[in-house]
């Protein structure tokens, strides 16, 4: 199983971003898709989360401005990231985890806010 995420870069203060991940391979039956992120210095995070149900949770600190969307039949998830801030810079994680509690992890994609 491979995820691929993309959609990093470098945005200004207040600009969007929109991360994208999509998997192949058998994954069984996915629980949850999520993203996480690992600014510098600190410890990963758990972002926003997308469950089976469509049930979604956030991290205080982006709540109203990150959406996260995600197909599980497709195996994909995206995070629309606006009004971002020079402490959204991180590398940003993409994660599937299927219904034994199995994560799979993308490579990561660097988000770097700055002016």
């Known amino acids: 199983v491979q995820l691929q995420a993309s959609g990093g870069g470098l945005v200004q203060p207040g600009g969007s971003l929109r991360l994208s991940c999509a998997a192949s391979?058998?994954?069984?039956?996915?629980?949850?898709m999520g993203w996480y992120r690992q600014a510098p210095g600190k410890e990963r995070e758990l972002v926003a989360r997308i469950g089976r149900s469509g049930i979604t949770n956030y991290t205080d600190s982006v709540k109203g401005r990150f959406i996260i969307s995600g197909d599980t039949a497709q195996k994909m998830v995206n995070l629309q990231m606006s009004t971002l801030e020079p402490e959204d810079t991180a590398v940003y994680f993409c994660?599937?985890?299927?219904?034994?509690?199995?994560?799979?992890w993308g490579q990561g994609t660097l988000v770097t806010v700055s002016s």
């Open positions: 391979g058998s994954i069984e039956r996915i629980a949850s």
């Open positions: 994660y599937v985890v299927d219904y034994l509690l199995v994560h799979y």
